[in-house]
């Protein structure tokens, strides 16, 4: 397929008749009804299979195999459709701090795009998992900015380096610490290696999948879900059955399950790590 029939493929699953200008309001729609429609999910790191991320094997696995994927899937897919949309964007990456201190010092292993519309910069993330922002974020600003989901906020050192914060139950979480340096291709490569394959890697055998929704959040975590709303308590529910994992992919994540010898035998671990 060419590139011009993936471009249409793309925009039609996000809604689109006909390619949208460059705006910040474009950016917005396209934000919020990407992190709605494709899952964020790591069945193949769960299964210990490569994770190319050369454009056409993205394009293939989420447009055409009916699968999502993680940031360096997601948020490449997503860059080039906004620099084609004739937006200036390009790629960065920073330092998942999330779950730990917001100062702490971990490998370069998230890929987000910084784009500039008007003389003011915004940061555009499809690719955070459970914690996804679902609107573009002014980077050079402070205050505290609202989403569909929940407020988000940056906060810079002085020294080059930006930390992105999000407010879960009335407290500020640090997500990622990023800087604006420029990236190559080999960067993407060595980030996606130790992320896809490295035994320390909290992806390697493991099943994160997130998709966002109107005013809630979907995540599973292994065989852990739950539905995060933003005016009551999240629902939690342990799968008990790899068939119970694997509706909950097709239905409510809208994730096309691959056909893997191992797959089942790597749901039932999962249930009965959680039992």
Not at 131 to 151: C, G, I, N
Not at 182 to 207: A, R
Not at 232 to 240: D, L, V
Request: aromatic share 10%; with cysteine; glycine share 8%.
């Amino acid at each position: 397929m060419s590139r011009l029939t993936h471009r249409s493929l793309y925009l039609q699953r996000l809604g689109y008749d006909a390619p949208p200008p460059p705006t910040l309001q474009t950016l917005q729609d396209l934000q919020l009804r990407h992190v709605c429609t494709f899952a964020f999910e790591s069945l193949s790191t769960l299964l210990h299979l490569p994770v190319p991320i050369d454009l056409p094997s993205v394009e293939q696995k989420v447009l055409l195999d009916g699968r999502g994927g993680y940031c360096y899937e997601l948020n490449q897919m997503f860059l080039t459709l906004l620099q084609e949309l004739g937006f200036d964007a390009r790629g960065i990456t920073g330092r998942v701090v999330m779950g730990g201190p917001a100062d702490a010092h971990t490998a370069r292993t998230h890929r987000l795009s910084l784009v500039t519309l008007d003389g003011a910069r915004y940061i555009t993330d499809v690719g955070f998992g459970g914690m996804v922002p679902s609107s573009p974020l002014l980077l050079d600003s402070e205050a505290v900015q609202p989403t569909a989901h929940e407020p988000y906020r940056l906060t810079f050192d002085g020294q080059g380096s930006y930390t992105l914060w999000a407010q879960v139950a009335e407290e500020w979480r640090g997500l990622y610490v990023f800087d604006l340096q420029m990236q190559g291709d080999i960067d993407y490569t060595i980030g996606n290696w130790y992320v896809s394959t490295h035994p320390e890697s909290p992806f390697v055998g493991q099943l994160k999948v997130a998709r966002l929704a109107e005013g809630k959040r979907h995540t599973l975590n292994n065989a852990n879900y739950a539905v995060h709303y933003l005016d009551r308590p999240s629902e939690k529910h342990t799968a008990q059955s790899a068939d119970e994992l694997l509706t909950l992919l097709q239905e409510t994540f809208g994730i096309r399950v691959p056909e893997h010898a191992q797959l089942r035998q790597a749901f039932d671990g999962l249930v009965l790590a959680n039992s």
